[in-house]
C-alpha cells in the first residue's frame, strides 16, 4: 500500500518561506494525482494544490496562486511545496494526499470530490511574528 510522509513543517514569520516534501514509500508515484491539502483549527480542509504526477499539470487554490509552486522529483518519489510570501493566514496543519490516475484528476481531487486512497500524518505549519 501507498504510504506518504510529510516533512518541512515549521514556524516561520510572515513573508518568509517553507518548502514542504511528500515522499511516498512502497510506490512511485506515476500512476497518481498527488495533493496537498491544509486544515486550520475551527475550519475545513481545504485543497490547496494537486499536480499529475505524470502529465505534470497542477492546479492551485485561489488564496496561494502566485505564492506556492508545487512540483514533483524526476524520480516520482516526491512531491513538493514550496511556499513563498507566507501570511499567518496560511498556518494550518498540512496533508498530502493520493489518488491513482484512472480514478481522479486533479480538479476533482484538489475539489474535495476524490476518494482519497493514502493519506500523510500531517505537517504543522505556523505564520507568526
Known amino acids: 500500500q501507498l504510504q506518504l510522509v510529510e516533512s518541512g513543517g515549521g514556524l516561520v514569520q510572515p513573508g518568509g518561506s517553507l518548502r514542504l516534501s511528500c515522499a511516498a514509500s512502497?510506490?512511485?508515484?506515476?500512476?497518481?494525482?498527488v495533493g496537498w491539502f491544509r486544515q486550520a483549527p475551527g475550519k475545513e480542509r481545504e485543497g490547496v494544490s494537486c499536480?499529475?504526477?505524470?502529465?505534470?499539470?497542477?492546479n492551485y487554490a485561489d488564496s496561494v496562486k502566485g505564492r506556492f509552486t508545487i512540483s514533483r522529483d524526476n524520480a516520482k518519489i516526491t512531491v513538493y511545496l514550496q511556499m513563498n510570501s507566507l501570511k499567518p493566514e496560511d498556518t494550518a496543519v498540512y496533508y498530502c494526499?493520493?489518488?491513482?490516475?484512472?480514478?481522479?484528476?486533479?480538479?476533482?481531487?484538489?475539489?474535495?470530490?476524490?476518494?482519497?486512497?493514502?493519506w500523510g500524518q500531517g505537517t504543522q505549519v505556523t505564520v507568526s511574528s
Open positions: 512502497g510506490f512511485t508515484l506515476d500512476f497518481y494525482v
Open positions: 494526499a493520493a489518488v491513482r490516475r484512472h480514478i481522479s484528476d486533479i480538479q476533482r481531487l484538489c475539489s474535495g470530490q476524490a476518494p482519497i486512497e493514502s
Open positions: 499536480i499529475s504526477i505524470s502529465a505534470g499539470s497542477t
